[in-house]
């Protein structure tokens, strides 16, 4: 299922596009439409399946289309730890970049410049407020936050809040909250205290469960922890390496897809590219060349990572790190099928590494790090915990904690 068949603002959809989705994961494909026909929903689903977008999506969608209230808090995500609301905040920025909407994330550690930004904020009123438990019922005992109008409720990870010893003051935050309003639950387990939890906060919630799938033990997974100066070169050096028959490169853009194919190209590899950009004719065409084996390199967008049967890929590279657990999962499952055996290498930068330690920790085990060839230079440490945040290179960076004047 596609994006655009959610039927979102094309404000949204302009966000969607440039932070390079096309294609739905399953939690978002069950999710979106109970979110978006206002149902409540408790979901199990893990971190990396994509139910970031899941909530995020719908939620900014009914903010720029439904009528509210302003100078008030609008939707609420509270999540257990800074390092998630941090990374919330960050997917919020892409998504909704073409639109008025306004967010704020609310956690612990910060100095006297963060507090007096939350306050403002939390006291005119944000469209999405992402925060963690102790620091929002701080903020809220001081009396100045604006809950009246609020609408939309989120609890992610609630599994791991309750675990955190955290139930107290997220009940103490849904206490003073509108009693009128749309709660959504997400938790990666289902143990009988957030049934509880969710028996005292939901109203007739749809229930969804997510499991991700694993890919096959057959498939010699590698990562090449790079610089994005080196992707190119890289790539190149792994194609004149070993003679593969059939190659498919992901890329997360459509700016890189045509960047990498034009750089092949010119190096004289038998190399073309799919993308939205083409017209159906072309993909096809592209496609059958693909498949026929008189196309041995196709470097393409997440458009073909789902859905496509081709049995006779025996390299698989994410030239970008995929975008969740659920997407990495699905592009290297192409190699591997019919052939007894296939390889998936991962180009991994700086700011992709903490990304990527999710995804390994979704697999249950590290993906093998390889080695990058000593010609390529210098390269960056795997040190996810102190690398540049997550969701690689983004396209923009333009700075949305709270602007007052984003609020209609």
Do not use: W
């Amino acid at each position: 299922m596609k994006f655009t068949d959610f039927g979102f603002d094309e404000r949204l959809m302009e966000g969607i596009d440039a932070s390079g989705y096309e294609n739905a994961t399953p939690v978002q494909e069950q999710v979106i439409p109970l979110i978006m026909a206002g149902k409540d929903v408790i979901a199990s689903a893990q971190t990396g399946t994509g139910k970031t977008a899941a909530f995020l999506l719908p939620l900014i969608n009914k903010i720029i289309t439904d009528p509210h209230e302003d100078h008030t808090n609008n939707a609420l995500v509270i999540v257990p730890t800074r390092e998630l609301a941090v990374q919330i905040a960050q997917h919020m920025e892409g998504l909704s970049y073409f639109t008025s909407v306004s967010s704020i994330a609310v956690y612990g550690g910060g100095d006297g410049n963060a507090f007096v930004q939350e306050k403002k904020a939390l006291s005119h009123g944000a469209d999405v407020v992402i925060c963690t438990p102790g620091k929002m019922m701080a903020h809220i005992k001081m009396g100045y936050v604006k809950m009246a109008g609020l609408k939309y409720l989120v609890l992610d990870e609630a599994d791991r809040m309750l675990d955190m010893g955290f139930y107290d003051d997220i009940m103490f935050i849904i206490d003073s909250l509108p009693k009128k309003r749309q709660n959504l639950l997400f938790s990666a387990t289902m143990p009988h205290k957030i049934r509880e939890l969710a028996r005292k906060i939901l109203h007739h919630p749809e229930e969804v469960n997510i499991s991700i799938s694993k890919p096959p033990e057959k498939i010699k997974q590698e990562a090449f922890i790079v610089y994005e100066t080196q992707k190119i070169p890289l790539v190149k050096h792994l194609l004149n390496k070993k003679d593969f028959k059939s190659v498919l490169i992901f890329c997360s853009s459509k700016i890189s897809v045509k960047q990498l194919t034009r750089d092949l190209k010119r190096a004289r590899f038998n190399a073309d590219e799919i993308h939205s950009d083409l017209d159906q004719t072309n993909r096809e065409d592209v496609l059958i060349k693909f498949k026929s084996g008189r196309l041995p390199i196709l470097v393409a967008t997440d458009i073909l990572s789902r859905g496509i049967d081709i049995d006779n890929i025996d390299l698989v590279i994410n030239y970008d790190v995929p975008h969740d657990g659920e997407d990495y999962v699905h592009r290297i499952g192409h190699t591997a099928r019919a052939a007894a055996e296939g390889s998936a290498y991962t180009f991994v930068t700086v700011k992709e590494q903490r990304k990527f330690m999710g995804i390994e920790k979704l697999l249950g085990k590290p993906v093998p790090k390889a080695k990058v060839p000593d010609e390529l230079g210098e390269t960056p440490a795997y040190n996810a915990a102190s690398s540049g945040g997550q969701g690689g290179d983004r396209k923009f960076s333009k700075p949305r904690r709270f602007q007052n004047n984003t609020k209609r």
